[in-house]
């Protein structure tokens, strides 16, 4: 009876750490493929308040966001 019991709990505990690796994978994969900003977006949002980014400001702005996700 006891081990049973020990059994669903260490089952629930392995089932959730397993849920979570795979979760998190699968985010990361479809953040990469999908990522949630690009140069394009970057670029819009400057022009809308009245900027003209260059080549190199986009990049910069891309590398901060980069380093934030990580």
Known sequence: MLSNIL???????????????LAKKMMEKYLKKNPPINEKMIEVMMSSMGRKPNKKQI?????QMNRGMK
Do not use: A, K, P, T
Not at 7 to 21: A, N, S
Not at 59 to 63: A, G, H, K
């Open 7 to 21: 059994y669903l709990i260490g089952g629930l505990v392995l089932g959730l750490i397993v849920g979570f690796v």
């Open 59 to 63: 990049n910069q702005v891309m590398q």
